[in-house]
T-cell receptor
């Protein structure tokens, strides 16, 4: 079956521009996550959606970052007034369900290939 | 201090070697623990969950020491295909966000 897909795979933009990054989760997955990975680091949590609502947006670095998931499936991460420090790989993940303490396979997060964002 | 800390690596080992990765975490409320594998310029993929009793999957053995807040991964009989970055990951309580370490790079050579 199809995995998580992300578009575009690469995005080059100029400082100050607006960008949108798209994530298509695995069909039927209710939970969706955005992470950001800088060179030489592990992924860093940004935001988690359960259905259409953002259940945890504590990882968004500032108000230039915003994400939506209007129909509970596809999500868009939006970055306003991009800065060079925003350059990173933006990873999306989905799981069948979210939350809970159990190590159930239902909570396993499957990652997409990422969007490599370069801000010049 | 980072919430999850790992050996920085890289580890360069010959085929057939046994290699161990260590990881510590700072949040004692962490409930779930994992090792992810990430190939160069690819997405992370779950390698295995880590349980308090320790668990094994083929050549891979994971251990958790809650008292010391320490997680380990042992790879026996290393293969060239094991070359990758290994990420130590924790998840706290009811929250579903994964907290990743910076990763340890492994290079297995002939």
């Amino acid at each position: 079956g199809a995995g998580v897909s992300q578009t575009p795979s690469n995005k080059v933009t100029e400082k100050g521009k607006y960008v949108e990054l798209r994530c298509d989760p695995i069909s039927g997955h209710t939970a969706l996550y955005w992470y950001r990975q800088s060179l030489g680091q592990g992924p860093e949590f940004l935001i988690y959606f359960q259905g259409t609502g953002a259940a945890d947006d504590s990882g968004l670095p500032n108000d230039r970052f915003f994400a939506v998931r209007p129909e509970g499936s596809v999500s868009t991460l939006k970055i306003q007034r991009t800065e060079r420090g925003d350059s990173a790989v933006y990873l999306c993940a989905s799981s069948f369900r979210g939350g809970g303490q159990e190590k159930s396979s239902y909570n396993e997060q499957f990652f997409g290939p990422g969007t490599r964002l370069t801000v010049l | 201090r980072k919430e999850v800390e790992q050996d920085p690596g890289p580890f360069n080992v010959p085929e057939g070697a046994t290699v161990a990765f260590n990881c510590t975490y700072s949040n004692s409320a962490s409930q779930s623990f994992f090792w992810y594998r990430q190939d160069c310029r690819k997405e992370p993929k779950l390698l295995m969950s880590v349980y308090s009793s320790g668990n094994e999957d083929g050549r891979f053995t994971a251990q958790l020491n809650r008292a010391s807040q320490y997680i380990s991964l042992l790879i026996r009989d290393s293969k060239l295909s094991d070359s990758a970055t290994y990420l130590c990951v924790v998840k706290s309580g009811g929250y579903n966000k994964l907290i990743f370490g910076a990763g340890t790079r492994l290079a297995v050579h002939p």
